[in-house]
């Protein structure tokens, strides 16, 4: 994969860079079954009609591919483009139950390689297979951290990123992961995670180049405080004049202003087991 920076032929195209996808596989028909179709409301209430989430719209279509992990060896067919996530989807098909299933691609993942899901022995264990954490060695790469085998994971999920264990209470049964942010959680030994790195690491160096683009991933744009009208907005109605930037509903939002207070994991000069707390 590689940074394509399109000719300057348009205004428009001028700072857009994408990225090739020559190596994805298109037109499968395993992976069309996969889909499933849902009614949209982004932005917009069902109740009321009224909009509660902004800079929210449509976009185009999409078709949502869940991903799942199971229990048994599954073998790579190929590796897809998903629409509603920044990293790529693996086609695997699974040797012992004899269905496809689908999982979020793991960097140097391609077609033909092998994974062993919830496996207990150290020598099984390679690029896309999801353990417990107290299986995992520690300093080895680890993304999808979540409580379930059959889920995408609530940490560490994001296109190009990794964590790492860090270390181990065994007395509390927790483990400290180092997430891709810089920060260390504690969580129990049972979270499961997937070894490796999420694919399409290449992902922050691409750009949009025009609000087109935005505007067909579902983001509207975002209009200045100052240009709006007093019962719209703290700023509205007047030039900033040194006033400090706010929210629509009066938060700071710059000056370092801290949005939640900062949790202690030590208590009483006993660790205590937090189920994914901040502890640094």
């Not at 179709?37 to 869940?66: D, E, M, P, Q």
């Not at 048994?72 to 699974?94: A, E, K, M, P, Q």
């Not at 940490?155 to 997430?179: D, E, F, M, P, Q």
């Not at 202003?257 to 208590?267: M, R, V, Y």
Request: with cysteine; glycine share 10%.
């Amino acid at each position: 994969m590689y940074i394509l920076k399109s000719k300057a032929y348009t205004p428009g195209v001028r700072h857009k860079k994408s990225l090739s996808k020559f190596l994805l596989c298109k037109n499968l028909k395993v992976f069309k079954l996969k889909k499933i179709l849902f009614n949209r409301h982004k932005g917009w209430s069902c109740n009321s009609g009224k909009i509660t989430v902004r800079h929210k719209g449509a976009g185009v279509k999409k078709i949502y591919k869940r991903a799942e992990y199971l229990r048994t060896i599954g073998l790579t067919i190929c590796v897809c483009y998903n629409s509603f996530r920044n990293s790529f989807s693996c086609i695997n098909f699974d040797l012992i139950k004899k269905v496809f299933f689908q999982t979020v691609s793991t960097e140097n993942v391609f077609a033909g390689s092998i994974f062993e899901t919830n496996s207990n022995a150290l020598n099984r264990l390679s690029l896309g297979s999801r353990t417990k954490l107290k299986n995992i060695p520690f300093g080895m790469p680890i993304h999808s951290l979540g409580l379930w085998i059959i889920d995408t994971g609530i940490y560490i999920w994001g296109a190009g990123v990794s964590g790492r264990l860090l270390w181990t209470c065994k007395k509390n049964n927790w483990y400290v992961v180092s997430l891709s942010s810089g920060k260390n959680i504690a969580v129990s030994s049972n979270y499961y995670a997937t070894i490796g790195r999420i694919s399409n690491r290449k992902y922050r160096l691409t750009s949009v180049g025009k609000a087109g683009g935005s505007r067909i991933w579902g983001v509207r744009p975002c209009t200045r405080g100052v240009a709006m009208n007093p019962v719209d907005h703290p700023q509205g109605g007047k030039s900033n004049k040194g006033q400090t930037a706010v929210s629509p509903w009066g938060i700071i939002t710059k000056c370092g202003f801290k949005l939640h207070k900062k949790k202690l994991a030590l208590k009483n000069k006993k660790w205590v087991d937090l189920v994914g707390k901040d502890i640094i």
